[in-house]
């Protein structure tokens, strides 16, 4: 207990007995002298004179047939506070008396001018206190003391956060001698005549966010927030879209923000980047100076003119080269080019692209050269944006080859005719000279049945084909969703955790552990628009990754980097709320199991990701803060059988990156006949639900 700090530690004592339960709480079981017991509130002596004794009373009482709470008053003891027992309301000492296992509910709500301390009773410090009556217990309710806070703001009228809950000034709130609150500003703001604010200072001296410690004393305590009228800024690029770091945060432009004079801020303009359409840009120059990162200096004179900058870009033309088959050694402008390759070339200037007219690949079997797509001609001027060109190269089998196999599986063809080529396809294909196309599953002569029909070989024009094993399934395409598994949604939300799903996506598995996350895990790497995917896993089957936190547009696109591997290319879409869960736990981060279940009136956490923005927004990659708590901007719900509930708390994870932790109360009235799950609506959107018919208790 802090020094100074009054507290009623023990003045009012809850007795608790249990009663044979016999449903509605007739006791025929109080036979033979039984003992019925109940709730006594009592004061002790030395706080009042009031006194009471546990109350036990025979069955011979006349107690049968008691409907709900048994209230016995003793003198006129009161309490600083009001204790509710199961929704009854309580302000003296009393003798409650409950059936046998009985679920008790206390709920202490002080008077003005204290502030409830917690129970004696288990250790409990929440104001709502719950358990099952099977014994006599005793509890004791405590009371301190309180201090009247003040909590004001210049200009008069604006929010705060005190105890992470919104409030709007002037209000008083009691809190105990020595307890310690937390406080923080809502910046930037508008007044209710739609002028625009942001936080300076306060007047204990605290930083933007702090710990206020409660003195002893009995006079009031204000506490100011000071507010400056804001600077609006706009900073936008030619063209519109492209990226921009203000404070060391990246977001797409225009990005509007809101700056208090006397302060001082960094834009950078990145000098390459690519736009959400694959284009290369490079950094031309600011309207404010020719540096790609300016430092602005906020005074009073912007206050009503606002400040606006825009960075200029100039296109580049991106070429990207592949091959049929890939992996070929091609050349752009005289340089090696191993497929896939990707260039970059000045707007207008001539690209020059070549590539051997046969490759060998065994005795007998070779690639040659058929087309390029994507280009009329080898030789043509870079146009702005990006490009992919395709180098087409058809393998061919040589007369009297025979036994070639492909990738360790197929077996080409061979003719007995002189100096011809087939075409041999891969998948177990061939074409004889007339272009005729035969499935062909085993080594064979002469009349034999490919599938369907009969095809006789003669000896002038005779060929097989056959499979050595039998190919590999392909596999599924790449794609990205929701790291908390299979949702409702298609999209991801903006600044959530993702996962990317596919087959040899990395060579090896890792976890990134650092603050802020890596950027690149086990030699891979994630670029979006031209930026570094923050990473949280790498694994050959799943990479999981945050989404940034801002996004222009619905649609993107993702690139694998692998080392020297090929570059993996996977659309996405990006909405606000994409909500879906990881996990529900007891508040302590106990698992919720058969042995361990949930009870009516118990609050339960829930981890999910995807439930839209926050306020203040994190920074991309980097573990949230618990001082102050990122909010959640939109209204959440929690689903518990189909009826929706609000939810007590909902803000990011402190030390978690794109998690969110929402608070919920399970309803006491439960049906726990039927089998129950758990969901997160938020924006409209309804996560997966989570199973919890055996948790329940």
């Not at 006594?40 to 109350?55: I, K, L």
């Amino acid at each position: 207990m802090a020094p100074g700090k009054q507290t009623y530690a023990g003045h009012c004592r809850l007795a608790i007995h249990s009663l044979p339960a016999q449903g509605t709480l007739h006791l025929p079981a109080l036979e033979h002298g039984a003992r019925a017991a109940g709730v006594a509130f009592e004061r002790s002596q030395r706080d009042g004179g009031c006194r009471n004794s546990v109350v036990s009373r025979r069955a011979d009482d006349r107690i049968h047939g008691i409907a709900r709470l048994l209230p016995v008053r003793r003198g006129s003891c009161t309490f600083p506070g009001t204790i509710w027992v199961n929704q009854v309301a309580y302000q003296q000492s009393a003798d409650v008396w409950l059936a046998s296992g009985t679920t008790v509910t206390l709920e202490a709500s002080p008077n003005p001018g204290f502030v409830f301390d917690g129970w004696t009773q288990g250790g409990s410090q929440a104001a709502i206190y719950s358990f099952v009556l099977n014994t006599a217990i005793a509890v004791y309710p405590r009371f301190a003391v309180a201090r009247s806070i003040q909590l004001l703001t210049l200009p008069d009228g604006l929010q705060l956060l005190a105890d992470r809950g919104l409030v709007s000034s002037p209000v008083t709130l009691d809190w105990g001698f020595g307890t310690a609150h937390t406080l923080a500003p809502i910046s930037p703001q508008f007044d209710q005549q739609g002028r625009q604010w942001v936080f300076r200072s306060w007047s204990d001296g605290g930083d933007k966010s702090h710990v206020y410690q409660v003195p002893t004393g009995s006079a009031p305590i204000a506490i100011v927030a000071q507010f400056v009228p804001a600077v609006p800024t706009v900073m936008s690029t030619d063209p519109v879209g492209l990226t921009l770091t203000v404070d060391g945060q990246d977001g797409a432009a225009p990005r509007f923000n809101a700056w208090g004079p006397g302060e001082t801020h960094t834009v950078t303009a990145p000098l390459h980047q690519i736009d959400t359409a694959g284009g290369p840009w490079t950094f031309r120059e600011w309207s404010v100076g020719p540096a790609n990162t300016q430092t602005i200096q906020v005074t009073d004179a912007q206050v009503g003119t606002g400040i606006r900058m825009t960075a200029s870009y100039d296109p580049l033309s991106r070429i990207r080269l592949e091959s049929s088959p890939s992996g070929l050694a091609l050349s752009v402008d005289g340089s090696d080019c191993h497929t896939p390759c990707e260039v970059e070339r000045a707007v207008g200037s001539t690209v020059r692209l070549s590539g051997p007219a046969s490759i060998p690949v065994s005795d007998g079997v070779r690639l040659d050269f058929s087309s390029w797509e994507g280009v009329a001609t080898a030789t043509f001027a870079a146009a702005a944006g990006y490009h992919k060109l395709t180098a087409h190269y058809p393998m061919v089998v040589s007369a009297g080859a025979e036994r070639v196999a492909i990738a360790g599986r197929i077996v080409a063809t061979y003719s007995r005719g002189i100096g011809r080529l087939f075409p041999c396809r891969e998948f177990g294909e061939c074409r004889n000279r007339r272009g005729k196309r035969h499935e062909v599953s085993r080594m064979g002569t002469g009349p034999e049945r490919i599938g369907k029909s009969n095809v006789a070989y003669d000896e002038r024009r005779s060929f097989r084909c056959g499979v050595f094993d039998s190919l590999p399934k392909a596999p599924a395409a790449p794609r990205i969703g929701n790291s908390a598994g299979d949702t409702p949604a298609a999209a991801v939300a903006a600044g959530s955790i993702a996962s990317l799903f596919g087959d040899h996506l990395a060579d090896a598995s890792a976890i990134g552990t650092t603050d802020p996350l890596p950027q690149s895990l086990a030699g891979v790497s994630l670029v979006c628009s031209g930026r570094l995917l923050p990473l949280l896993y790498v694994s050959p089957q799943q990479i999981n990754f945050r989404c940034r936190a801002i996004f222009s547009r619905v649609g993107y696109q993702v690139e694998l980097h692998n080392g020297s591997g090929p570059i993996i290319q996977v659309k996405f879409e990006v909405t606000r709320n994409a909500p879906g869960i990881f996990v529900a736990t007891h508040v302590d981060g106990s698992a919720i199991t058969v042995d361990s279940p949930v009870g009516g009136g118990e609050t339960i956490m829930i981890y999910g990701t995807g439930l839209g923005p926050y306020q203040p927004m994190p920074f991309d990659g980097f573990k949230a803060s618990a001082v102050p708590p990122s909010i959640l901007v939109d209204s959440v719900e929690v689903v518990v059988q189909g009826r929706d509930l609000a939810v007590d708390t909902a803000i990011a994870s402190a030390g978690a990156v794109g998690v969110v932790m929402v608070a919920i109360r399970i309803p006491d009235d439960l049906d726990k006949s039927i089998p129950a799950t758990i969901g997160v609506k938020v924006g409209g959107v309804l996560s997966s639900g989570v199973a919890v018919a055996s948790q329940i208790a």
